[in-house]
């Protein structure tokens, strides 16, 4: 949760020094190459490649042989990610090229700022990628508020930054949103140094070994192969949306990235988080042959994920426009930043589920060692979310892109839970659909209440001032959360009320 409230904390601090102009695209655009790269061997194929692997290790020839594969691991790691940004380096301008549409590329300065922006991020890879690495690691030890807790050091370091070197660019000859990449690249290193200390207490010790014939290394390889193809098609995507979007108006591409980090943020604190536990647990089943209970831990991850995330689907659609002004419209970020950004909310939570899903179910795939699957069907939802993608965006313009990038994401939720239900003979699936429906109708009474609260108190209480506005939107969450709660209870959710009586125990143990 601090994670992911810094990680909007940052992304306020650059509306309200930057707003959503020129250099916040330039940013948006250069941060896409090592965000690409971060996926492909970082925080994507590499961790569901990774996390069975290490714990197949720990469970079956304990943690000296782990540690092994861990060391080569993160010095392949080093090595691949090192020659991948010293190419991405030295062709960063083709490379910007290729994302940006033609009207973009022909502004010389633009070009030349978010070339310079991608080229002092891009060895935060190398950082990320190891960070990803001892974050499986501590995952599969059962260690998992430091690893969640690292990338709130990334947020962190970026908005020190913001406040410290901002007014010191110009002395350098740079532009002010440099000041914004270079804490990009010290989050990525803060990252890694965050975790390692934990890791160094349960008895790992960096070697600079490297052996890609290794056993381990090999299967990691096998594992990771196909998911790094089905990567590469779902950044293709990124490509085809990021110069789609920059066909569009100045400003669509920040409005775009402003709304995704909004919609991601219940994914970060519920579908990452439910993920993050979900996949050590299955890999051990899978290892001790208990399909039984692999299919049970899927299944009750899979109920409360839509306890928590379907709620905050109803919440950013009806409060988007509160919303995006209370966090955003703040110094350079402009009323019409508001309505271009809640426009961009409102279509990208049509898909917040399905994101939060495919979290789960696909690196449940890399478990059950069926690791082409999620590749294929991942190829599928790039077809489907191009061919969306670029009608919708003649039809609605940059929403259409938020659009069709959300019902990609349910066709890819859908078709993996189809695959994933075969493959486990089931996924309990009465319980997981009687959950939904009454999930979905406690949350349809939240949105009612929050809307027609949100409706009287501006009536009631008019005015634009920051504190007016808090108090608008706090007192919408509040209505809507009260009818939540009131609706579960009445409903009988089962992970509504397993969600109580955790919380009352945890306060029943605090000392007096």
């Not at 916040?24 to 990774?50: C, Q």
């Not at 069907?377 to 659009?403: D, E, K, P």
């Amino acid at each position: 949760m601090t994670s992911r409230i810094l990680g909007l904390v940052r992304e306020q601090v650059i509306a309200a020094m930057f707003g959503a102009g020129a250099a916040t695209d330039a940013y948006n655009v250069a941060f896409r190459i090592p965000n690409l790269l971060r996926d492909l061997f970082a925080e994507g194929a590499m961790s569901a490649a990774f996390v069975p692997t290490f714990t197949r290790y720990l469970t079956t020839s304990g943690r000296d042989a782990a540690w092994r594969l861990g060391n080569y691991v993160i010095n392949a790691l080093l090595v691949v990610t090192g020659i991948l940004v010293a190419l991405a380096i030295v062709f960063a301008e083709p490379l910007v090229a290729a994302l940006a549409a033609e009207g973009y590329t022909n502004d010389p300065e633009k070009m030349a700022l978010t070339v310079q922006l991608a080229r002092i991020m891009l060895p935060a890879l190398s950082f990320i990628a190891v960070a990803a690495a001892l974050m499986g690691m501590l995952n599969s030890l059962q260690h998992f508020f430091i690893p969640a807790f690292s990338p709130a050091m990334f947020n962190v370091v970026t908005i020190i930054c913001a406040f410290a070197l901002v007014p010191l660019m110009p002395v350098f000859g740079l532009h002010p949103i440099a000041a914004i990449a270079i804490g990009t690249l010290l989050g990525g290193v803060a990252q890694t140094a965050l975790q390692w200390p934990t890791l160094r207490r349960e008895g790992f010790r960096y070697r600079p070994a490297l052996s890609f014939r290794d056993e381990g290394v090999q299967r990691v390889l096998v594992l990771m192969g196909p998911g790094t193809v089905g990567m590469a098609a779902t950044q293709l995507n990124v490509f085809v949306n990021t110069l789609l979007a920059t066909s569009q108006v100045e400003g669509a591409v920040s409005w775009l990235n402003y709304a995704f980090r909004l919609m991601y943020l219940p994914i970060g604190l519920f579908g990452v988080s439910l993920a993050t536990a979900v996949l050590p647990a299955v890999s051990r089943y899978v290892v001790e042959k208990d399909i039984a209970s692999s299919r049970r831990t899927i299944a009750d991850g899979l109920a409360l994920m839509m306890m928590l995330n379907l709620p905050a689907t109803v919440g950013l659609m009806v409060l988007a426009v509160p919303i995006v002004r209370v966090i955003f419209e703040h110094g350079e970020f402009t009323a019409e930043d508001t309505v271009g950004t809640a426009n961009a909310l409102r279509y990208y939570a049509i898909g917040l589920i399905a994101y939060s899903v495919v979290r789960i179910a696909s690196p449940t795939f890399y478990a059950l060692g069926k690791n082409r699957i999620p590749v294929i069907v991942s190829l599928f939802t790039v077809v489907v979310n191009a061919t969306l993608n670029i009608v919708l965006v003649r039809v609605m313009g940059y929403a259409g892109l938020a659009l069709g990038t959300s019902i990609a994401a349910i066709f890819n939720a859908c078709a993996l839970l189809v695959l994933l239900r075969r493959n486990l003979g089931g996924l309990n699936e009465r319980h997981i659909l009687s959950s939904l429906a009454r999930i979905g109708l406690a949350s349809l009474l939240m949105g009612l209440a929050a809307e027609g609260m949100q409706r009287w108190v501006e009536a009631a209480v008019p005015g634009d001032r920051i504190g007016t506005q808090v108090i608008h939107v706090g007192l919408s969450i509040a209505a809507g959360l009260v009818v939540l709660a009131a609706s579960a209870w009445v409903l009988r959710i089962r992970e509504f009320r397993e969600a109580v009586a955790v919380v009352m125990r945890k306060l029943r143990r605090r000392p007096s």
